[in-house]
């Protein structure tokens, strides 16, 4: 159990609702993983009926954390938050501020921004961000309790790119709740984040594009929970040179040396 | 009138918000909207009049990472 925002989970994995084969599919994995918040975004309605997604979404009965995905500007982004809570009934927004075409980099100053007129706005912000340490304490001084760094671009199923600079967020971090958002590609990934001592791991096109992704969906959920406990154990350190597990006293044959 | 709306120009005589969205046949509570890159929160869309040349942006659930 732990808690974020105020409400108590089980599961430690967040999930995106994008790019399943089907509904159904999305439905199986959400229901394997045993994942409790899932992600959605707004969108124009293209072709047939918009609802379906929608009645799909309150059958699944998990939390729903909205997001603004390819949103520009401060202005966009805003605007979006306000149109989701409008729509879900939730305060929650995944703020998400598109820096960069090609690694979808967030925008830095563009999220401090928003992130500051939201949580002015009464939101729960959770600022998708790189595994920059002084945008990540501009985040929290601007009110946010929750970030969500990158292992590695989004879609990129990279891992971690920059281990040494999650580590350093969550030992400068330790009251903030830091969710691994996007670039996770294989269940070890996410354990190995989770051994870091991040508070949860969002996924998406890993588990959406596998071969099963019901199955990856609960590889996955039990990667996280490995990983976890390892943390929570407390790893041992790493050393340079061997040391041996077996007892050295009273080894066989061993006889003193004489010169 | 002319307004824009989600991206494509149109001629509408709906006077309000509320016109707007019945005239398109959204029904239900799935969907927001904004008008000028301004949420128009859903009780108020009897009583926000729409202009010409505004952006109005009509928005519904859609799957998301």
Redesign the interface.
Known sequence: MWQLAGKTFNSRLIL?????RSPGN?RDAVKRSGAEIV???????MTGD??K??DL?RELNVTLL??T?NCRSV??AV??A???R???KTNWIKLETVGDEYTLQPDPFALVEAARILIADGFEVFPYMTEDLVVAERLVAAGCKILMPWAAP?GSGQGMANPLALKTMRARMPEANLIIDAGIGAPSHAAQVMELGFDGV?L??AVALADDAPKMAEAFAHAIKAGRMGYEAGLMPKREFAEPSTPIIGTPFWKEKTA | MKVTINGEEKNISAATIAEVVTMLGYEGDYFAVAKNLTCVPRGQYAETQVSENDEIEILIPMQGG
């Open positions: 995106g609702s994008s790019r399943y999305l992600t959605v975004s707004l969108r124009r309605q918009g609802s997604f929608w979404l909205p997001n995905a202005q966009e605007t979006t306000h149109m989701a409008d729509v879900f989004i969002m998406d096109t």
